[in-house]
């Protein structure tokens, strides 16, 4: 007789999961567009072709060391300011380009810590969202993301985001270059039955890292194509509009197999 009891019962508790993760339901073509590593190519070309598509994006920004070749191949901190002041998201992606995979606390806190002053000295609000660069990270760069109060974290994958079993410091996403157009449109239309695509961009172009570099056209092919479907571009910052992190974090087990399997 127990058996009529169970399914009820399972349904009850995924419903019960779902309402303390979720504020709201996911809408089918929601993506997150993410930028690495503060290019010059991100404020001379992106910038002003995502405020004409009225798009949000977050850019996740560092200062690569003092030894590559044409610093003006990347963004300084007064063009970061301005993307502020556009209404894109500035999150961190510590000062170096660091593999907190291999960092200790301390470094992880200086590192995270450094671009946390450089935002505040200009008046950008604190970041409160990471990206691991490289992808390189750890169950202790979870630990420390927590103990510095992050609310998301992207790593890579190449899947969907399903906030009712990704961990928000594991939030999968897609990276872009010259070659994948067919499987990035591929994975645009994941984005459905409560599942978030969320993109990797780096230069537009990417000059010093070509294999990373999405052509401006290609770019702009990407946006025509999320405008002319339907999608609802945003930054990584407003999935706390559908997303109770807190709760995220405390229901869902971190899986880092998953993530670095892919």
Request: charged share 20%; net charge neutral; aromatic share 12%.
């Amino acid at each position: 007789m127990y058996r009529y009891y169970i399914l009820p019962l399972i349904l009850l508790l995924c419903c019960s999961v779902k309402s303390q993760i979720l504020k709201k339901p996911i809408p089918d073509k929601l993506v997150v567009l993410t930028f690495d590593d503060a290019p010059a190519s991100q404020y001379s070309v992106v910038a002003p072709w995502l405020l004409e598509f009225g798009f949000g994006a977050t850019f996740f920004v560092c200062e690569f060391p003092p030894n590559y070749k044409d610093s003006t191949l990347y963004m300084n901190w007064r063009q970061m300011s301005t993307l502020h002041e556009m209404g894109f998201e500035i999150a961190n992606h510590t000062q170096t380009h660091a593999n907190v995979a291999k960092l200790t606390q301390s470094q992880f806190n200086n590192e995270l810590g450094y671009i946390e002053r450089k935002c505040d000295s200009l008046g950008i609000p604190k970041p409160h969202n990471f990206a691991y660069p490289g992808y390189g990270l750890n169950a202790k760069a979870l630990d420390f993301l927590e103990g510095k109060e992050y609310h998301f974290a992207r790593a890579g994958g190449g899947r969907p985001y399903d906030p009712l079993s990704d961990h928000p410091y594991l939030i999968p996403s897609w990276a872009t270059n010259t070659e994948n157009k067919r499987e990035i449109l591929d994975a645009l239309r994941t984005a459905k039955d409560g599942n978030i695509v969320v993109l990797t961009f780096h230069g537009v172009p990417d000059i010093e890292h070509p294999w990373v570099t999405t052509p401006p056209q290609l770019f702009k092919e990407y946006l025509n194509h999320l405008s002319d479907n339907g999608y609802k571009a945003i930054a990584l910052r407003d999935l706390e509009k559908y997303i109770n992190v807190e709760e995220a974090k405390k229901i869902i087990a971190p899986d880092l197999a998953k993530t670095l399997k892919n």
